[in-house]
């Protein structure tokens, strides 16, 4: 079965610094895989995603996120936060093309903090 | 942009009703999903469906129903309420694209749902 980890459930970062977000899969072919973000109380927005091709793919609010096969990862960076930027962080990993119908495997989430 | 509504922000019943969640997206999206959100555990899949009058289980279908009649819309039911289904409830809808679910999902603002 497929599964996402992302294993800082809190990071602190401070106002301009760079930003790092862990999220680790496992899936038995190419996934495809998502980071959404969710402000408080509301829905999820996606950020981006990645479904083939170039592995460092772009997003939206400058976001971007690098898929490495060998390390199952793909990770969320940001050269720069903001504190708007302080929100739960979701990755997500969906079935390969022809995988039948099923939802979304998400992550736990992680807790962005902004110190300003 | 899509958008995806679901009909009550907050919501509070008590043990043993019948409990609707309705969700409506005005994307005409095939694809349609219910997740239920708790702390630390992330968002867990309840049901999904691909087509009208069609569902499919989740992750965690237990104590859980739902309908699809009309392609815009999917409804979540609770046949007798209980505490332990007290959680955030976030509906989504993707595309058909290639595959069942390798199009982004698009979510909307969730029901916060409160069982006495």
């Known amino acids: 079965a497929q599964s996402v980890t992302q294993p800082d459930i809190h990071i602190t970062v401070s106002e301009g610094a760079s930003l790092e977000l862990r999220c680790n899969y496992s899936?038995?072919?190419?996934?495809?895989l998502f980071w959404y973000v969710q402000s408080p109380g509301q829905g999820l927005q996606l950020l981006l995603k990645y479904f083939s091709g170039d592995t460092l793919v772009q997003g939206i609010k400058g976001f971007e996120a690098e898929f490495k096969r060998s390390q199952s990862s793909f990770n969320l960076r940001k050269p720069s936060v903001h504190w708007s930027d302080a929100a739960e962080y979701f990755c997500a990993v969906g079935p390969y093309s022809g995988g039948g119908a099923d939802g979304l495997t998400f992550g736990k989430g992680t807790h962005l903090i902004i110190q300003p | 942009d899509v958008k995806v509504t679901q009909s009550s922000r907050y919501l509070v019943k008590r043990t043993g009703e019948k409990v609707f969640l309705e969700c409506v997206q005005d994307?005409?999206?095939?694809?349609m999903f219910w997740y239920r959100q708790d702390p630390g555990l992330g968002l867990r899949l309840i049901y999904f469906?691909?087509?009208?009058?069609?569902?499919e289980k989740g992750d965690i279908p237990e104590g859980y129903s739902v309908s699809r009649e009309k392609k815009e819309r999917f409804s979540l039911i609770l046949e007798s309420a209980s505490t332990n289904q007290t959680s955030m409830y976030l509906c989504?809808?993707?595309?058909?694209?290639?595959?069942?679910?390798?199009?982004?999902?698009?979510f909307g603002d969730g029901t916060r749902l409160s069982i006495l």
């Open positions: 899936y038995g072919a190419t996934p495809y």
């Open positions: 994307m005409d999206h095939e694809n």
């Open positions: 989504a809808s993707s595309s058909k694209g290639d595959s069942y679910s390798n199009q982004p999902q698009h």
């Open positions: 469906s691909y087509d009208v009058k069609m569902k």
